[in-house]
């Protein structure tokens, strides 16, 4: 009895060891496994770009990706296509004196992994850790991608244990498929008040698994530190077979596996349930023994293995469910005529679906009372009943329309991820499609502290006022969810960002007049904003991702998530300072005193991205370039404007009127915020030249002006610095 048993745990374990990769083909690389399609040796593995190097000088021997960067491999995971690889870390430190203590320049790392089977994956994130920092990074997907993280705190104290929110710490997430990357680490005002507890910046792409941060200890190492832990957070790697048709061309699944078609082009195998083993190889999966991991697969009474899975009853004699402890119990009916067994069987079988069902049914009642009741309560946190007064007193005049929680779900085929159009700080923006056929934008908004309804539902009553061709309409909000979801009209031809940076072919509308006139309409929806609304409106987060444009091109300003009221007797408010790196006015940031002027600097930060066709943080731009406010106003002072404007701009506006919108643009990037203008200037100078610039007395441009015009542009062109001195390759 016992020789056969032998045999076939031999052969087990035989056959599973021989899966791993090919025959005579090598599967060890040091301590690291190195499993079919993956291969060391020529002609081991699918194809050359599952090819690995095992580096045998170094002891022990290490594993690397076949590229020209420096990947080390530290295991590899067929059942999840993926690995976990080496990593590298950006970053600055500084000296007790304020000087940067390195010679060479690590503020900048940078990935590729074009033209291979792999990606970065998801169960990553990028991570910045520092109080005085912040990090970019840029790539490449199946779309391009960028984002970025701040971490601010003025003391050690401030800094909580395994918290990673922006204090001390800051995280986000990258989009699937990324092919490469650049990431960037800099400080706001180096390290000046906080290098005696935080000397240095550090920024990585890592598995977030592998990471935990540690608050105090990881914001007190030096740069010595930095260099000895560079690779302690290693990154995730997923890898795909094929590369075009997915499922649809795959060829290599083996045995008791399926095929899953990675959305990327390529395919990956995978085991069926209850089996184990590679996928890619014959005879592919192998049943597994559910019967010998008692642990994994709980078993109290007789264990059967079967065919992809495994069975457990009770032993003879008892009856109950043989997988749940002290379940099987002694059969009362045991012996006596066949007859009565079936009968108490039958019985007890309907009995049981009885008692079942009344106790579903009791549970549904319940739950759907306990459902009814928490609406209720999130209803009136949220401010519900104080909205019903306002808007059934005598002197309203405005109305809000209360969406119940069943109106949205239905809208939105219960908020599907298909139906996601927009993804900001201050929530996630839904496209759907109300019972009248109306589409909106359904957002759901950042969570309301209870203390704060009656403000909530003030500013709610406030914004749905604003009537402005140039502003998204606010229809209405729901208040039956633990966070306000906010209702709006829905505009269809994505942001003025996307035009600018992302859409192949989306200059081709933006010419000089037509950026004018967006420049105009955008600056006129925030001067009434400012002055022209029941009460004073402060956007606070003005920027081209915020500036919709329907389809006729017309400039919406939308998203007022981050927006403060202003009462008419005050000129400035305190507040938690927000908004997006890159366009926050850096007096805001300093003093926490929000004013007009704040959306006036953020609004010069769009027009510069407008005439420039550049973003306004690009870790791919030399140090004194990355900020564009700061390069705009030094090329100006320079007098080197004609570099940095988008060449297209040269051959159809005129010198006169590009000089003035970047004179605007220079006002409105002051330091100082009482030495910018008002929006209501701004909108009043950009539409006075754009209805000068259209007019029909206006002057032409002579045959001798436009060749002059062109000959100044061409000999521009023969710079050894090129009009735009990014690269083509900018993300």
Request: charged share 20%; hydrophobic share 35%.
């Amino acid at each position: 009895m016992l020789l056969p048993f032998t045999l076939i745990l031999f052969t087990l374990q035989f056959t599973t060891s021989m899966n791993t990769g090919k025959p005579g083909c090598l599967t060890k690389c040091g301590e690291v496994t190195v499993p079919y399609p993956f291969g060391i040796q020529k002609g081991c593995s699918i194809d050359d770009s599952f090819e690995l190097t095992c580096d045998t000088t170094s002891n022990p021997r290490k594993l690397f990706l076949n590229t020209s960067q420096n990947i080390e491999i530290y295991s590899i995971n067929i059942s999840g296509s993926d690995m976990k690889v080496s990593n590298s870390v950006a970053y600055n430190c500084y000296n007790k004196s304020g000087d940067i203590a390195t010679d060479e320049d690590f503020t900048q790392i940078q990935y590729n992994l074009q033209n291979t089977p792999f990606t970065f994956s998801q169960k990553n994130k990028f991570t910045v850790i520092g109080c005085d920092d912040f990090a970019i990074i840029e790539g490449k997907s199946r779309v391009n991608f960028s984002g970025s993280c701040v971490g601010i705190c003025s003391k050690k104290s401030d800094v909580r244990n395994g918290e990673c929110s922006g204090i001390g710490c800051c995280q986000t997430p990258i989009p699937k498929g990324v092919k490469s990357y650049v990431a960037g680490v800099s400080s706001f005002n180096n390290r000046t008040d906080v290098k005696s507890f935080n000397p240095c910046s550090i920024a990585f792409l890592g598995d977030t698994e592998s990471f935990r941060f540690r608050g105090a200890p990881d914001l007190f190492i030096n740069y010595t530190d930095v260099v000895r832990r560079n690779s302690v957070v290693p990154m995730v790697i997923d890898w795909e077979i094929g590369g075009n048709g997915g499922c649809a061309q795959a060829t290599e699944c083996k045995g008791n596996s399926f095929c899953n078609d990675t959305g990327m082009g390529g395919y990956n195998c995978i085991c069926n349930q209850g089996y184990e083993g590679n996928p890619y190889l014959d005879p592919g999966c192998i049943d597994i023994n559910e019967c010998l991991d008692k642990q994994k697969y709980p078993c109290y009474g007789d264990c059967i293995n079967t065919e992809g899975s495994y069975g457990c009853t009770c032993k003879p004699g008892y009856t109950g469910n043989g997988t749940i402890p002290d379940n099987c119990r002694l059969n009362v009916i045991s012996g006596g005529s066949k007859f009565p067994a079936k009968v108490f069987s039958l019985a007890l079988v309907f009995g049981s679906l009885a008692i079942l069902s009344g106790i579903t049914g009791i549970f549904l009642a319940i739950r759907k009372r306990k459902l009814i009741k928490l609406r209720k309560t999130f209803f009136e946190k949220n401010g519900g009943l104080f909205l019903q007064q306002k808007l059934n007193a005598p002197e309203a005049t405005y109305a809000v329309t209360l969406f119940t929680t069943e109106e949205l779900q239905k809208a939105t085929d219960n908020y599907s991820e298909e139906l996601i159009v927009g993804r900001g700080g201050y929530g996630l923006v839904y496209k759907g499609i109300l019972p009248d056929k109306r589409v909106v934008a359904i957002k759901k908004s950042i969570l309301v502290d209870g203390t704060q309804a009656e403000q909530f539902i003030h500013e709610v009553s406030i914004i749905t006022q604003v009537i402005h061709r140039n502003v998204v309409k606010l229809l209405g909000c729901c208040l039956e969810e633990k966070v306000p979801v906010l209702v709006y009209e829905f505009i269809s031809n994505n942001t003025l960002f996307y035009h600018l940076h992302h859409r192949s072919g989306g200059m081709s509308w933006l010419s000089w007049e037509n950026r004018l006139r967006v420049a105009a309409e955008a600056a006129s929806a925030l001067a009434y904003l400012h002055s022209q609304a029941t009460m004073p409106i402060i956007h606070r987060d003005v920027k081209s991702a915020n500036i919709l444009l329907d389809e006729n091109y017309t400039a919406k300003i939308s998203d007022f998530g981050a927006s403060r009221l202003v009462p008419l007797d005050h000129d400035q408010v305190t507040t938690l300072v927000q908004g997006t790196l890159g366009y926050l006015d850096p007096e805001y940031f300093h003093t926490s005193q929000l004013t007009d002027k704040s959306d006036v600097y953020s609004f010069g930060m769009v027009l510069a991205e407008l005439i420039t066709g550049k973003k306004t943080i690009s870790a791919d731009r030399t140090n004194h370039e990355k900020h564009l406010a700061t390069y705009f106003v030094k090329s100006m002072k320079e007098n080197r404007l004609l570099q940095i404007l988008e060449p297209q701009l040269l051959r159809e506006g005129t010198l006169e009127q590009l000089q003035t919108v970047a004179e605007l643009v220079k006002r409105c990037l002051n330091l100082l915020g009482e030495d910018r203008p008002t929006m209501r200037e701004v909108a009043m100078e950009l539409e006075g030249l754009r209805k000068f610039t259209t007019h029909p007395w206006f002057p032409q441009q002579t045959p001798e002006k436009s060749r002059s015009l062109t000959l100044e542009v061409e000999q521009y062109d023969l710079y050894d610095v090129s009009l735009i001195p990014y690269s083509s390759n900018e993300y």
